[in-house]
């Protein structure tokens, strides 16, 4: 249990010094084997999305460049 809390907590420092671009943040104090305040989740949940919509949408236009490139060169 304390290695997936450990897991989570690092997940998230990563996220959230890719989001703000820094090469370091500092986390709310707590207990052992305490989880991250529910405030502090909760952004972390929603940036997860976020990030998960804007790399899907990037990936579709990826593909939608892709084939319509490929429409184009068969075109020609």
Known sequence: ??????LEEERM???LTR???VKEILLPPRKLGERMPSSL????????SEMAYALSA???EKKSA????????KST
């Open 13 to 15: 420092a990563e996220a």
């Open 66 to 73: 892709t084939v319509l490139n490929s429409i184009y060169i």
């Open 1 to 6: 249990m304390r290695y997936s809390l450990f």
């Open 41 to 48: 989740m909760e952004f972390y949940n929603s940036l997860k």
């Open 58 to 60: 990037e990936a579709i």
């Open 19 to 21: 989001y703000y671009g």
